[in-house]
């Protein structure tokens, strides 16, 4: 992806909290970074193109949503088989982000990380009990970390704000 | 409370929403509510924190900056004051409690790779722990959509 431009650093710090609520959101955050709302709208659609923009609208509130449980489940998993077993378990309607990471043993032998959100705990173990059926032999441990306290919650603070 | 409408809109609304000069009315319509309405709810549903924000998603990653998920062990004794280490990093994006032996798992996110790497050494150095960084080495997943 191209570098960003001064232009496309201010509309990421006039848009990373939400758009303007107004008829004209694009018009508005035109005004505030110096452009045209045509500018604002091409750069959008590009950015949103390669992927620099996930989507636009509703960013959810999973607490308030009633979805208090989340566990982060962990996987031991044949690093022969992971890519295989990961694109089955991301694309299970009820696991939101699904990650290979590095192991760090002997503190941490998991290399596949699955968030699960359900509206409880139980909730969320009986969909890991799921995940462990169609993992099966190729997962040598599990373990899920469920949330206790969420100490920081913010968006991320990008673009040279 | 949020309302069937509400729902509505939440439901819908998780991405798709219109790069066009107008498009409050134009996302309304599908909805069958007009521009003024679905801005008044959605400012409700912001202000009354049943959604975090309404906007575009921008993937850090994608525009040349580093995100990494990083946990470190806390002693009990001392948890609330490495926590307040943690959290007080303008690169730490989210940070959470959890129960395992690693009980402090933190997202930090900053413009360069470089600013990560000292991010994670300013956090060892305040808090005298070891810091584990679990960067994402590949990501499996479609896209997240919860239901109100």
């Known amino acids: ?161 | 409370m949020m309302d069937d409408t509400d729902r509505k809109i939440v439901n819908a609304l998780q991405g798709g929403f219109p790069l066009s000069p107008r498009p409050f009315a134009e996302a309304g319509a599908r909805l069958q509510l007009d521009e003024g309405e679905l801005i008044d709810r959605i400012g409700r549903l912001v202000s009354e924190g049943d959604i975090s924000r309404f906007g575009p998603l921008w993937n850090a990653e994608k525009m040349g900056g580093a995100v990494t998920l990083a946990a470190l062990a806390a002693p009990p004794e001392r948890f609330d004051e490495i926590a307040a280490i943690v959290s007080a990093k303008d690169e730490v994006a989210h940070n959470y409690a959890r129960d395992h032996a690693l009980n402090m798992w933190f997202v930090v996110a900053t413009e360069t790779p470089a600013r990560l790497a000292a991010v994670l050494d300013e956090i060892r150095a305040e808090t005298g722990l070891a810091v584990y960084d679990c960067p994402k080495l590949a990501e499996y997943f479609l896209e997240l959509r919860l239901v109100a």
């Open chain 1, 1 to 161: 992806m191209s570098a960003l431009d001064a232009i496309d650093r201010r509309i990421i710090a006039a848009t990373q909290g939400g758009l303007p609520l107004e008829p004209t959101p694009y018009r508005a955050i035109a005004e505030t970074v110096g452009t045209t709302e045509d500018d604002v709208l091409a750069r959008l659609e590009s950015h949103l193109a390669s992927g620099a923009i996930r989507r636009i609208g509703v960013i959810p509130n999973h607490y308030a949503l009633g979805y208090q449980a989340n566990g982060m489940s962990v996987w031991d998993v044949d690093d022969e088989a992971v890519d295989e077993i990961g694109r089955r378990v991301g694309a299970l309607d009820f696991v939101t982000h699904c990650y290979r990471r590095p192991r760090h043993p002997p503190i941490w032998r998991y290399n596949l990380f699955a968030m699960v959100h359900d509206k409880s705990r139980d909730g969320v173990l009986a969909k890991i009990d799921e995940i462990a059926r169609i993992i099966g032999r190729s997962a040598f441990a599990h373990d899920v970390l469920f949330s206790t306290r969420v100490l920081k919650k913010t968006g991320l603070r990008i673009g040279g704000v």
